[in-house]
Each structure stands twice: as structure tokens, then as C-alpha cells.
């Protein structure tokens, strides 16, 4: 079984910094892309980066240069930082990896998702 669980989120004035983290644990074989979705009240899920094993990171619009995405291979963890955050960064923040498992099963699997608030 495997398992996403996230931390760092919290409240922060806006131009604040945050940092978000997400480990995997469980019969892992080896993972394959992470990244980091909000989903803000009232609307859909988003891409905000990824990171895959190996190659070029991806930014949505709204966030290049203020976030950055990055890995350790050796902690199976993906982290998020977040700078001179806006207002409109408020939502629950989910990580997502490809992963496959002991069992050679590929699988999406998702955090439970951590609040980021930002005040104005």
C-alpha cells in the first residue's frame, strides 16, 4: 500500500513565503512524476507544477516565478515553495505522484490535502 501525506500548510500574510511537503511511503518501487494541484472553493482542481524523475519542471501561468517545485529521489518526497503569495493562492493544495508499486502495479496516488490561506 502506498501513501501521500502532506505538511506546511497554514495561514500567511499576503507576499508571504510557504513551504509545502509531500512524502511517500508504502511498497514503492519507484515513482515517476509528482506535483501539486489546488482546488479553491467553487472551483475545479488545478495544475500549479510538476516534477518529473528526470527532465524540465512545469509551471502554471499564475505561479511561475514565485514557485518552485522540487525533489528528493532519496526521502520519495516532493516539495512546494511558495513565494510573495497572493490572495488568490488560497485553497486546499493536494500532491499527486505516478508511482509504481512492489507489486509492478502503476498507480495516481493523491495526498490528503493541506489548507494555504493567504490574507490580505
Known amino acids: 500500500q502506498v501513501q501521500l501525506v502532506e505538511s506546511g500548510g497554514g495561514l500567511v500574510q499576503a507576499g508571504g513565503s510557504l513551504r509545502l511537503s509531500c512524502a511517500a511511503s508504502?511498497?514503492?518501487?519507484?515513482?515517476?512524476?509528482m506535483g501539486w494541484y489546488r482546488q479553491a472553493p467553487g472551483k475545479q482542481r488545478e495544475l500549479v507544477a510538476s516534477?518529473?524523475?528526470?527532465?524540465?519542471?512545469n509551471y502554471a501561468d499564475s505561479v511561475k516565478g514565485r514557485f518552485t517545485i522540487s525533489r528528493s529521489n532519496a526521502k520519495n518526497t516532493v516539495y512546494l515553495q511558495m513565494n510573495s503569495l497572493k490572495p488568490e493562492d488560497t485553497a486546499v493544495y493536494y500532491c499527486?505522484?505516478?508511482?509504481?508499486?512492489?507489486?509492478?502495479?502503476?498507480?495516481?496516488?493523491w495526498g490528503q490535502g493541506t489548507q494555504v490561506t493567504v490574507s490580505s
Open positions: 499527486n505522484a505516478r508511482i509504481m508499486d512492489q507489486k509492478l502495479t502503476m498507480g495516481d496516488y
Open positions: 516534477i518529473p524523475s528526470g527532465g524540465s519542471t
Open positions: 508504502g511498497s514503492i518501487l519507484s515513482i515517476y512524476a
